[in-house]
């Protein structure tokens, strides 16, 4: 087995750890909105970004082994990507959110926890896809 997929799946573990947390501090941290601001954007530098681009990185190498086998023989690759992509969208929704609260640019986490709550939710449904390859 190569050691490629199994990164790919640590990296991915800490990057959806990490980037909930970033949520949870902005909705429902302690202090103001400008120091939950400042904890959830530390949190999203030093942990949520360096995981998902590890993620990204690996995930890619991993698609480039072998082009025919997650596109051909396993369908669910399609969807899991598309899944993929909307967190990734979400990850960037929240560092973006954390950068604005952290310089005083807006009060309030805004749909933060909302968000938070749909990337984990998504990222259940594309971890289910891979481990159950339902089609």
């Known amino acids: 087995m190569r050691i490629t997929v199994p990164l790919h799946v640590a990296f991915d573990l800490v990057w ?3 980037i909930a947390a970033v949520g949870l501090l902005l909705a429902k941290g302690p202090g103001d909105s400008r120091s939950r ?3 959830a ?3 999203y530098r030093t942990l949520s970004v360096p995981a998902f681009i590890g993620a990204f990185v690996l995930g890619l190498i991993a698609l480039g082994r072998d082009v025919d086998l997650y596109f051909k023989h396993t369908r669910f690759m399609h969807a899991k990507l598309l899944l993929a992509l909307f967190v990734i969208g979400l990850h960037h929704a929240l ?3 954390a950068r604005k609260m952290a310089e005083g640019s807006v009060d309030g986490e805004g749909p933060a926890w909302l968000l ?6 998504l990222a259940g449904v594309v971890t289910y896809l891979a481990v159950a390859k339902p089609f």
């Open 37 to 39: 601001g400042v904890a």
């Open 41 to 43: 954007l530390t949190v």
């Open 16 to 18: 959806i750890g990490s």
């Open 95 to 97: 560092g973006a959110r």
């Open 116 to 121: 938070a709550q749909v990337l984990v939710g």
